[in-house]
């Protein structure tokens, strides 16, 4: 499929494949594996049933197509879950409720960044200075760089939902208003 | 075949890239963003680590780990060692008996299947950190 791609180059052909290959990855993970099948967990280990299976905690959440499996946004917003903000209870947080739009994009919908979503889970340290810096449009991010694991790469890709979800950051119409801020 | 721009070529690369990733990715089906470390474990006798970041986060925000713990983001950059654990760092400041069991119970954290590198698994991969 891959080799077939390189030769006829065509972008709408590679995107009509990205779509297919990803409704297919969707299909095999339409359910979540138990620790004893997943290729991870040594099913030889008594304390295995011990441990919960992911299907027991994640099927009972908000559902999402990829990842987890799980809407964590909205899992969190919903009361789904209340996931601590310090070891011991409550900590007071920062939060933010700014959005960033991203226009180097190419002919893909712009980039919306929120910073709500974010600053529910994560300290402003965990990303500022060293990953962006705060002021509009001064971090050099191409996509390139994310798919290496860089800025928004750093978790998407690897904790939080993956790169195969582009429409999610790519939200924002080439011809529509921006709503930036 | 018309001459690109090299905008074009970017777009092309990086939509190339995903099926790609996704192909690799068919072949693990842990759950997404498991951690499994084993820097030491295997060696010294015991079986690799699972850490399961889907069970954490339901219970505790990025930042618990991430600023107040000060578990950097990348996978084996931390110098996680038993001995540490038992002094009340890493894993160790929760699992103590009090926020959670203690480290008594081995096999819960070395679950993994021997013969595991460390790094980050799931089902949709990136190049990122935990491959390289």
């Known amino acids: 499929m891959i080799r077939i791609v390189s030769t006829t180059s065509t972008l709408a ?9 990803c409704l297919a990855s969707t299909a095999v993970y339409a359910e979540w594996q138990t620790l004893k099948e997943d290729g991870l967990h040594d099913p030889l280990n008594p304390a295995l049933q011990w441990l919960q299976n992911p299907g027991d905690a994640l099927g009972r959440m908000p559902s999402d197509s990829a990842g987890n499996k799980v809407d964590w946004v909205r899992a969190f917003e919903d009361g789904y879950i209340r996931p601590r903000s310090s070891i011991h209870g409550e ?14 994009t190419g002919s893909l919908p712009r980039v919306m960044f929120p910073h709500k979503p974010h600053t529910r889970w994560l300290d402003c340290e965990n990303c500022h200075e ?5 002021k509009a449009g001064a971090t050099p991010v191409t ?28 939200s924002v119409p080439l011809n529509g208003t921006a709503k930036s801020q | ?35 499994v470390l ?33 578990f950097e983001m990348r996978v084996g ?6 001995e540490g654990i038992i002094d009340g760092k890493f894993c160790g ?33 990136t190049l990122g950190p935990g491959n390289w």
Not at chain 1, 157 to 170: I, M, Y
Not at chain 2, 51 to 64: N, T
């Open chain 1, 143 to 170: 996509m390139s760089k994310i798919l290496e694991g860089e800025y928004c790469g750093v978790c998407h890709g690897a904790v939080s939902f993956p790169l195969t979800e582009c429409n999610r950051c790519h």
């Open chain 2, 77 to 82: 950059a931390n110098k996680v060692t038993m």
């Open chain 2, 38 to 70: 084993n820097r030491n474990s295997e060696k010294e006798g015991v079986r690799p680590v699972v850490y399961p970041h889907w069970f954490h986060r339901i219970r505790f925000q990025c930042r618990v780990c991430h600023t107040e713990l000060g």
């Open chain 2, 1 to 35: 075949m018309p001459v690109c721009k090299i905008r074009h070529i970017r777009l092309l690369a990086a939509v190339l890239a995903v099926p790609i990733l996704v192909i690799v990715s068919l072949q693990t089906q842990a759950e997404y963003a498991d951690v």
């Open chain 1, 130 to 134: 060293q990953i962006f810096k705060s």
């Open chain 2, 93 to 125: 400041a929760c699992h103590d008996g009090e926020t959670a069991w203690t480290v008594e119970n081995c096999d819960l954290c070395h679950s993994g299947l021997p013969g595991m590198e460390t790094g980050i698994t799931g089902g949709h991969k």
């Open chain 1, 91 to 104: 900590a007071e947080v920062k939060q933010l409720d700014t959005e960033i739009i991203m226009n180097d």
């Open chain 1, 13 to 21: 052909g590679s995107i009509l494949l990205l779509a297919f290959v």
